[in-house]
């Protein structure tokens, strides 16, 4: 009979069909090979390019099934922020002292193309001047005539000339071959910014900074779009000094509505839980642990209970968000996380870079500016789940006639499915959220 024991899903096993080194596995998970050793001290002793023997059990950190696109080691915020701190201001002093022992440039010996031909121009033109003048004098100084006194054939022949010389075919670069020219010449896509002054805050964080030095940096996380979609959907600024809770209640989708939401949440990036339980106290009857299912999870279902805390997810640590600053938060560039807020949206989510806040963009230095939308994607029209055909201007949570929770409809499809024979529609079974008249929800 087969062992009941749990299986660890964020493990490599090695066996004789699948012998790699460690180099290998870090190319195939894209976790370096120095987390790799941190993760597995036993293989110290391996070098990267050696095979691993036989029955090697290389533990990886625990992660999403949508990774994203995540690059360099895992890091903690606070000190690669305070890293950062010290690389600008030894680069300050740098500048400072090879400014004072610059000498002065000499003047430049190359031209660019079209220096060379304005020079050329003007030669030409001095050239030319003496027989200008005395041709013009014999026309009568009419201002008709003078186009016609200019010989233009040897502009054309000089510019010919450096455009001759400055042809790129010449240089043997791929790049500038005819028949490279699509690849190397698609226009970068950039993300699509529609952000107003009005969207760029929704709540503030209102409370003290005890900050003793000066805020140098904002970290900025792109959340994707809700029911796990990879859709950039807009991108948070925040302080290394404030709560993660601070971004929970800035962060708004189209699932925020004004009617009394869950305020269970939590996010999971790097490997770790953190929690939002600032209403467990208050509103201790409406708190759950919305965690607790995932980490208590059976990967194989009936195995033994008792080492399930050291399995899978259930080996993440688990924090709460009021006493976590994002200072704390150890991750990696471009990995997903995930959040879910209001009980059940779920969003992907990741630290898409980082902005020095001494940049000429004179970014905001106060606490009370974060968090701070930077980016927010053009919204769409939601369609209405019945026909897909009309824009939703009414949303039903909790209807158990519709095939979701919540639900968009337009009109004539929402009086179809909850009118009575007589035509009344019942609006008490479920929460119906209506738009204002002329407005549509948009995502």
């Given at each position: 009979m087969p062992s009941k024991t749990a299986l660890d899903p964020f493990a490599i096993v090695i066996d004789a069909a699948n012998q790699a080194s460690l180099a290998a596995i870090s190319a195939q998970t894209t976790i370096s090979v120095s987390d790799l050793r941190v993760l597995n001290p036993g293989l110290d002793s391996y070098t990267h390019l050696e095979l691993l023997p036989l029955g090697t059990v290389v533990h990886l950190p625990p992660r999403l099934e949508q990774r994203g696109k995540p690059y360099g080691n895992y890091f903690t915020i606070g000190p690669m922020e305070e890293a950062l701190r010290s690389l600008e201001a030894r680069l300050d002093e740098l500048v400072a002292k090879e400014q004072t022992q610059l000498p002065a440039l000499p003047s430049r010996k190359i031209l660019s193309k079209t220096e060379r031909i304005i020079g050329m121009v003007r030669k030409e033109g001095e050239r030319q001047l003496a027989r200008i003048k005395e041709e013009y004098a014999e026309c009568g100084e009419r201002s008709t005539v003078f186009q016609f006194l200019v010989?233009?054939?040897?502009?054309?022949?000089?510019?010919?000339?450096?455009?001759?010389e400055f042809d790129g075919g010449k240089l043997h670069l791929k790049a500038l071959e005819s028949a490279n020219h699509a690849t190397f010449n698609?226009?970068?896509?950039?993300?699509?910014?529609a952000l107003t002054e009005a969207s760029r805050w929704s709540v503030r964080d209102a409370s003290e900074d005890f900050c003793l030095e000066e805020h140098s940096h904002r970290w900025e996380f792109t959340f994707l779009s809700p029911d796990a979609t990879l859709e950039a959907h807009d991108t948070w600024a925040v302080l290394s000094c404030q709560t993660l809770g601070s971004l929970i209640d800035a962060f708004e989708c189209r699932n925020c509505l004004p009617v009394n939401m869950s305020k269970n949440a939590f996010i999971f990036i790097g490997g770790t839980f953190y929690i939002d339980n600032r209403h467990a106290g208050i509103e201790g009857e409406n708190y759950d642990d919305l965690t607790a299912p995932i980490r208590h999870f059976q990967p194989i279902g009936d195995g033994d209970s008792g080492n399930m805390n050291a399995v899978a997810f259930g080996r993440c640590p688990v924090k709460y968000m009021s006493e976590t600053t994002f200072a704390d938060?150890?991750?990696?560039?471009?990995?997903?996380?995930?959040?879910?807020?209001?009980?059940?949206?779920?969003?992907?989510?990741?630290?898409?870079?980082?902005?020095?806040?001494?940049?000429?963009e004179r970014y905001d230095r106060e606490r009370g500016a974060y968090p701070q939308r930077v980016m927010r994607a053009p919204r769409r029209a939601v369609r209405c789940r019945m026909c897909r055909h009309f824009p939703a201007t009414i949303v039903c949570y909790k209807d158990e006639l519709s095939p979701s929770s919540p639900c968009p409809y337009c009109v004539p499809c929402f009086e179809l499915l909850h009118a009575t024979d007589e035509g009344?529609?019942?609006?008490?079974?479920?929460?119906?959220i209506k738009h204002h008249d002329g407005k549509y929800f948009s995502s």
């Amino acid at each position: 009979m087969p062992s009941k024991t749990a299986l660890d899903p964020f493990a490599i096993v090695i066996d004789a069909a699948n012998q790699a080194s460690l180099a290998a596995i870090s190319a195939q998970t894209t976790i370096s090979v120095s987390d790799l050793r941190v993760l597995n001290p036993g293989l110290d002793s391996y070098t990267h390019l050696e095979l691993l023997p036989l029955g090697t059990v290389v533990h990886l950190p625990p992660r999403l099934e949508q990774r994203g696109k995540p690059y360099g080691n895992y890091f903690t915020i606070g000190p690669m922020e305070e890293a950062l701190r010290s690389l600008e201001a030894r680069l300050d002093e740098l500048v400072a002292k090879e400014q004072t022992q610059l000498p002065a440039l000499p003047s430049r010996k190359i031209l660019s193309k079209t220096e060379r031909i304005i020079g050329m121009v003007r030669k030409e033109g001095e050239r030319q001047l003496a027989r200008i003048k005395e041709e013009y004098a014999e026309c009568g100084e009419r201002s008709t005539v003078f186009q016609f006194l200019v010989d233009v054939e040897p502009v054309k022949q000089l510019q010919r000339d450096v455009e001759d010389e400055f042809d790129g075919g010449k240089l043997h670069l791929k790049a500038l071959e005819s028949a490279n020219h699509a690849t190397f010449n698609k226009a970068w896509q950039h993300q699509e910014n529609a952000l107003t002054e009005a969207s760029r805050w929704s709540v503030r964080d209102a409370s003290e900074d005890f900050c003793l030095e000066e805020h140098s940096h904002r970290w900025e996380f792109t959340f994707l779009s809700p029911d796990a979609t990879l859709e950039a959907h807009d991108t948070w600024a925040v302080l290394s000094c404030q709560t993660l809770g601070s971004l929970i209640d800035a962060f708004e989708c189209r699932n925020c509505l004004p009617v009394n939401m869950s305020k269970n949440a939590f996010i999971f990036i790097g490997g770790t839980f953190y929690i939002d339980n600032r209403h467990a106290g208050i509103e201790g009857e409406n708190y759950d642990d919305l965690t607790a299912p995932i980490r208590h999870f059976q990967p194989i279902g009936d195995g033994d209970s008792g080492n399930m805390n050291a399995v899978a997810f259930g080996r993440c640590p688990v924090k709460y968000m009021s006493e976590t600053t994002f200072a704390d938060l150890d991750l990696r560039l471009g990995e997903f996380g995930v959040i879910r807020h209001i009980g059940w949206c779920n969003h992907y989510f990741y630290l898409s870079s980082v902005a020095s806040l001494r940049g000429p963009e004179r970014y905001d230095r106060e606490r009370g500016a974060y968090p701070q939308r930077v980016m927010r994607a053009p919204r769409r029209a939601v369609r209405c789940r019945m026909c897909r055909h009309f824009p939703a201007t009414i949303v039903c949570y909790k209807d158990e006639l519709s095939p979701s929770s919540p639900c968009p409809y337009c009109v004539p499809c929402f009086e179809l499915l909850h009118a009575t024979d007589e035509g009344v529609v019942e609006e008490d079974k479920c929460i119906v959220i209506k738009h204002h008249d002329g407005k549509y929800f948009s995502s």
